[in-house]
């Protein structure tokens, strides 16, 4: 029974940091192919924020976080983490981990958390 379960989020005012963290249940994180974290803010759809190929630790951004937010992963507390600095209003949304086991899904992965809100105030 492969679970995720996000935490780390809150209320910050901008130019602050968060950092999330995604534990896994169920599962190795090494087992996986690809860990990812996405959003969704209000009325827009969700967004894939950054992946992490756990086969060679490659990472992926949107161009929106380069430099500001950092993906990466504890194996050894099967725990996936994404550093956000300099957080803008922009940011505000529910926070989702997600991950699979198959390299074509991992832009579309087929387990995830129920979510954590980050809310970023001007």
């Known amino acids: 029974q492969v679970q995720l379960v996000e935490s780390g989020g809150g209320s910050v005012q901008a130019g602050g940091s968060l950092r999330l963290s995604c534990a896994a249940f169920?599962?190795?994180?090494?087992?996986?192919?690809?860990m990812g974290w996405f959003r969704q803010a209000p009325g827009k759809e969700r967004e894939r924020v950054a992946i992490?190929?756990?086969?060679?630790?490659?990472?992926y951004y949107v161009a929106s976080v380069k430099g500001r937010f950092t993906i990466s992963q504890d194996n050894a507390k099967n725990t996936l983490y994404l550093q956000m600095n300099s957080l803008k209003a922009d940011d505000t949304a529910v926070y989702y981990c997600?991950?699979?086991?198959?390299?074509?899904?991992?832009?579309?992965?087929?387990?995830w958390g129920r979510g954590t809100q980050v809310t970023v105030s001007s």
């Open positions: 997600a991950a699979d086991f198959s390299p074509e899904r991992c832009l579309n992965p087929t387990y």
């Open positions: 169920g599962y190795a994180y090494s087992s996986s192919y690809c």
């Open positions: 992490f190929y756990t086969v060679g630790g490659d990472t």
